[in-house]
Each structure stands twice: as structure tokens, then as C-alpha cells.
């Protein structure tokens, strides 16, 4: 059974369970984009539930909502969800903290019957205080103009990326001073024999960088939308890498029509890397950096060409 099928049976036989007390009910299917639209409650609030492609698996679930009601359960939903969980256990959260909103702990509350949820069937998942403080000083440390969902997803992707030695990956990933919204990724560490691998020797011994240096800028509205990501420097030659002539990444991927909300920082950045190498990137080191406004431009002018939006 396909990952799309298992997925669809498992929250179908839920929505007909007993534990379904919370009204919850499949309003679309989008299955090109691993989307199922749900209504929640009587008065059918609507929330967008994103699961991986490979289910089940260690990826996580995404779950989210764009009305203002729902605002504080969603947060709950995110956080729940970046670990692995199954259908079963993610409906039945939403479940149980949109009929009890005011619970702090998982499955916290008295359930009404035996089906329903109580403190066994979410146990407490033990945190150390020292791994607490961390936390806290990090969100502490950044600021961020979005939405709340936004920010918690943002800062949420920060600490998977700290936690993990990216560079073994080729890459690095920071937010650019205290900004989440604005980010550096580098890029390094290609094959060896590869011919951007090779460029980006020759530019070094020239006494120039021997990474390519990304920015990726995120809307107010992530993560409802895609981030705008271009090549800073050093400038591709043309027509390769799927770098455009202004520097920006075209693809389908980083644009509304592209995008869902299930992808994370770190799967943008391996894609955009390995489309450099299968792009046959070159780097043109006798051209000065790219700026943002050409990159917009050029960005803008080939998502028409596709017919992306």
C-alpha cells in the first residue's frame, strides 16, 4: 500500500471512530501536493494537514491553520508534530486540545468515556533543564515580523539545524543577526572532479571564497508560503546550475504554486544543491556579485516563462 493510501485509510477509519468528538471531518484531498483540508468543531474551522511522502517514517507531520481561533491550538498541533507521530495520534491531539484548549500537558484532561483521551494515552516526554534553558535563550536571541505559526516554525528549523552537523551535508544554515526571517546558507564541498567543485578551487587560490553563498528571505505569511532564495556570490554563468541570469533559484518548488508547507529549510537546501550539479554549474569569476533587485527581476520574468505563480 502506497504511502498516499495508507494515509487516506488511516484518517478516513479515524473520522468514523468514536474518538472522532471534536466533529472533525476531510473537506478535500490534494493529493499532488501530500495535502489533506480538514474542518474541525461545528462551526467547520478549516486546518490543512501535510504529511510526508514516506509514511510511515521519521518525517514529521505538519499541521496548520490560517484562522485566528484556531491560532493557539496550532502552535500546539506544531510543536506536537515534529516528531514522528501517526495519523492516530495526531488526530486524537487535535482532538482532545480543541475540546480542552486550556491543558498544557499532552492528553491532559478527563476524557468522557472509555474511548476517549486521558493522561495514558499522552505520556509526558521528560525535558531536561539545561536543554530548556537552551531553548529558551535561542528564542530568546531571534526576532521575527510573521505570523506566530511563522516564527515557532522558523525557530523550530533553527534548533534541527543546530542540533545536527550540516556541513558533513555541504552546507551551513544561520539567520543573519538576530533576523529568522533572513537567512545565510553556504554551500561547499562539492564532488571532487565535479566542474563547480573545480571553479570554486581556481576562485579560491585567487584569494577569493570557496563556498556559494545563498540568501534566503521568508514572508510574513510562511509557513504558507514560499522562502525567496538567490545566489549572493559568486555570480553562475548563464543558463546553468538553474541559476538565473540575476542570480535568483528558479524552481517551481519556491513558488506559490510550488509550494507546501510540509517542506522544510534543510530539504530546500539539499535540492537546490544537488540541481547545481545536475544543472552543470559554472561560476563566471571575472563577474561581480548579483544583487537582489536583479534577482527578483529575473526571478519574477522565468516563473511567467513556466507559467508559475
Given amino acids: 500500500m502506497s504511502s498516499l493510501n495508507r494515509v487516506q485509510v488511516e484518517v478516513e477509519r479515524w473520522c468514523?471512530?468514536?474518538?472522532?468528538?471534536?466533529?472533525?471531518?476531510?473537506?478535500?484531498?490534494?493529493?499532488?501536493?501530500?495535502?489533506?483540508?480538514?474542518?474541525i468543531g461545528d462551526d467547520k474551522q478549516t486546518f490543512t494537514f501535510s504529511y510526508p511522502t514516506t509514511?510511515?517514517?521519521?518525517?514529521?507531520?505538519?499541521?496548520?491553520?490560517?484562522?485566528e481561533t484556531l491560532e493557539n491550538w496550532t502552535s500546539e498541533m506544531m510543536d506536537f508534530c515534529s516528531d514522528s507521530r501517526t495519523v492516530e495520534e495526531i488526530l486524537n491531539f487535535a482532538t482532545n486540545k480543541f475540546l480542552n484548549p486550556e491543558n498544557e500537558a499532552e492528553g491532559e484532561g478527563e476524557g468522557d468515556g472509555d474511548d476517549f483521551l486521558g493522561d495514558d494515552d499522552f505520556p509526558a516526554i521528560p525535558v531536561s533543564s539545561n536543554k530548556k534553558k537552551e531553548t529558551d535563550e535561542l528564542d530568546a536571541k531571534f526576532t521575527g515580523t510573521g505570523n506566530k505559526q511563522g516564527n515557532e516554525a522558523l525557530m523550530r528549523e533553527l534548533r534541527v539545524l543546530l542540533s545536527d552537523d550540516t556541513?558533513?551535508?555541504?552546507y551551513s544554515a544561520t539567520p543573519l543577526g538576530d533576523n529568522i526571517y533572513h537567512w545565510?546558507?553556504?554551500?561547499?564541498?562539492?564532488?571532487?572532479?565535479?566542474?563547480?567543485?573545480?571553479?570554486?578551487?581556481?576562485?579560491?587560490?585567487?584569494?577569493?571564497?570557496?563556498h556559494v553563498l545563498l540568501e534566503m528571505k521568508f514572508p510574513s505569511d510562511y509557513p504558507f508560503a514560499p522562502p525567496f532564495v538567490r545566489v549572493v556570490k559568486p555570480r553562475f554563468q548563464f543558463h546553468t546550475?538553474?541559476?538565473?541570469?540575476g542570480g535568483s533559484i528558479c524552481m517551481e518548488l519556491l513558488t506559490r504554486s510550488g509550494w507546501t508547507p510540509a517542506n522544510s529549510i534543510e530539504s530546500i537546501i539539499v535540492q537546490i544543491r544537488t540541481e547545481m550539479i545536475i544543472g552543470g554549474a559554472r561560476l563566471d569569476?571575472?563577474?561581480?556579485?548579483?544583487t537582489e533587485e536583479q534577482a527578483l527581476?529575473?526571478?519574477?520574468r522565468v516563473a511567467r516563462q513556466h507559467g508559475w505563480q
Fill in 16 to 39: 468514523s471512530s468514536s474518538n472522532n468528538k471534536a466533529n472533525i471531518k476531510i473537506k478535500e484531498y490534494i493529493n499532488e501536493d501530500s495535502i489533506i483540508l480538514f474542518t
Fill in 55 to 67: 509514511y510511515p517514517s521519521k518525517e514529521p507531520f505538519q499541521v496548520f491553520s490560517e484562522e
Fill in 167 to 170: 556541513k558533513k551535508f555541504g
Fill in 184 to 210: 545565510h546558507i553556504k554551500l561547499f564541498g562539492f564532488d571532487k572532479g565535479t566542474p563547480l567543485q573545480k571553479d570554486l578551487e581556481k576562485l579560491e587560490s585567487k584569494g577569493g571564497i570557496n
Fill in 241 to 245: 546550475g538553474h541559476v538565473t541570469i
Fill in 285 to 290: 569569476v571575472l563577474q561581480h556579485d548579483y
Fill in 297 to 300: 527581476e529575473a526571478f519574477n
